[in-house]
């Protein structure tokens, strides 16, 4: 381009424009622990690794295990500072809408995303199903996953998709013959002020009926005191 019949052309400008980008997403749980029957939230961060903008931007959510869905369930957006850019987030009709959208086949579309856009997007209302259903890997877990797409040039697709697993929280019960005595959790024994003994105390060591009842479907580690 510097020269052409031995002229240089005045006033030609050019630029070598890179577009390609790099999409990422990570995402994980906000909830401590994920308890049976409770609602649950998750953080998703999708960040455009890349000084190119990233056209017609797909995010989706998949619900592996031991997880629903339903109305109430809601997703806002959160634009972040990123390399000294923050990016105005995506508009959505509503918080509800946006989270039905993100578990649809199509997804959630986010437009074009520009280069070094960073997005935290909050996932609430998630409910933690009453008994473990997760099958295979997930027995025993709660996990989804979130996925990010782009008709761009993405030059790495290792960071376009993230599965949050985490322990399912299973009821353990300590209890004894006595139904009104069973208890979760902290378990007393008492019969109106008499211990439940089994058998006479020998040397100083009393006995008493006590079974350990674990509901979960993965193996339990039990530590108890007296």
Do not use: H
């Not at 049976?36 to 295990?65: F, G, H, M, R, W």
């Not at 109106?192 to 580690?221: C, R, V």
């Amino acid at each position: 381009l510097s020269d052409c019949g031995g002229r240089v052309f005045e006033g030609f400008q050019y630029e070598i424009q890179d577009d390609d980008v790099d999409l990422g997403v990570t995402k994980q749980l906000i909830d401590k622990v994920a308890l049976p029957n409770t609602a649950v939230s998750y953080e998703i961060t999708l960040l455009n690794d890349s000084q190119a903008t990233a056209n017609n931007v797909v995010l989706k959510d998949q619900l592996l295990a031991n997880l629903t869905q339903d109305q109430t369930t809601s997703l806002v957006c959160e634009s972040i500072e990123n390399e000294g850019k923050t990016v105005t987030c995506p508009v959505f009709t509503s918080a509800t809408d946006a989270a039905s959208k993100l578990f649809s086949t199509t997804g959630l579309a986010l437009g074009n995303v520009s280069g070094k856009a960073k997005f935290k997007f909050i996932l609430s209302n998630l409910k933690v199903s009453a008994s473990d259903t997760g099958a295979g890997e997930n027995i025993g877990y709660i996990a989804n996953k979130a996925e990010v797409s782009t008709t761009s040039n993405d030059i790495n697709l290792n960071n376009n998709n993230a599965i949050a697993k985490n322990l399912y929280a299973a009821k353990n019960d300590l209890f004894n013959t006595d139904v009104t005595k069973t208890g979760t959790g902290l378990f007393v024994i008492d019969n109106n002020g008499q211990a439940l003994w089994t058998k006479p105390s020998q040397e100083n060591k009393a006995y008493f009926p006590l079974t350990i009842k674990n509901e979960a479907k993965l193996a339990q580690d039990y530590q108890l005191y007296a």
